[in-house]
């Protein structure tokens, strides 16, 4: 038996498609968009024209999926993106974070509060996006990821599956500050199964190898060997991991 529930003070697109047992709380704003069975969408948040959500997913108050990112006299590099959303089932959206358009999450993924993903990004399944990370451009995470709490993720990184990334990271992508948005602006590539520790700094262009481990606070200034640990500024190794 469908039992939707929809607050009278909600706003919802005529050609929206909402499944059976949605809850709509007040003050939400559903565009021409589909949510899937067993949704919940709480008050005051917004689901833009062009977004998908899957069966079961709860998006907390004041979220906004589906931001359209405007470009700016003052940025070197003008946004690219398709207009939609893709959001798998059994994902949980937290209170005030913002997705972009041209953004796919995979089934069982948590985003936390105030969390912001910018266009062109990709996430993977039973991932773990914590409170206040920001996901810039361009960029792919694999399955079964953890990105802890007010960690940056640069654009155009790419990190694998199984890795655990600590609270307070910074990943950066451009080493040519003054020459502008170009081809040599360039995210880590973090491969599958590293553990980064708390406030580290990964620089552009570096290769965290598999099943590497990042010393809390060490700044990479260069490749990591697979399954080596680094520490220090700057980090070198000091174990091998395979021993």
Not at 128 to 148: A, C, Q
Not at 208 to 215: C, F, K, P, Q, Y
Request: neutral net charge; proline residues 4%.
């Amino acid at each position: 038996m469908n039992t939707r529930r929809i607050h009278k003070t909600a706003i919802i697109h005529p050609k929206a498609l909402v499944g059976e047992n949605v809850d709509i709380g007040p003050y939400a704003v559903i565009g021409n968009a589909s949510i899937g069975n067993g949704s919940v969408v709480h008050s005051h948040a917004i689901i833009a024209d062009g977004v998908e959500l899957g069966e079961e997913v709860e998006v907390f108050p004041g979220a906004l999926v589906g931001k359209e990112p405007k470009g700016a006299g003052s940025l070197a590099r003008l946004p690219s993106f398709k207009k939609y959303v893709r959001i798998g089932s059994q994902c949980s959206i937290g209170p005030n974070s913002v997705i972009y358009f041209d953004v796919e999450i995979g089934n069982n993924t948590l985003i936390g509060d105030g969390a912001s993903i910018r266009e062109q990004c990709r996430i993977g399944q039973r991932c773990i996006i914590s409170r206040y990370v920001t996901i810039n451009y361009n960029t792919s995470i694999g399955d079964r990821t953890k990105i802890m709490d007010l960690t940056h993720i640069t654009g155009n990184c790419n990190i694998g599956s199984d890795v655990f990334i600590s609270l307070l990271v910074a990943t950066t992508n451009d080493n040519s500050v003054r020459a502008g948005y170009g081809g040599h602006v360039i995210g880590p590539t973090i491969e599958d199964n590293v553990v980064v520790g708390a406030s580290a700094s990964i620089l552009p262009g570096v290769r965290l190898g598999e099943g590497s481990t990042i010393g809390s606070g060490a700044v990479v200034t260069r490749d990591v060997n697979p399954n080596s640990v680094v520490v220090g500024m700057p980090a070198r190794q000091r174990g091998d991991l395979n021993k």
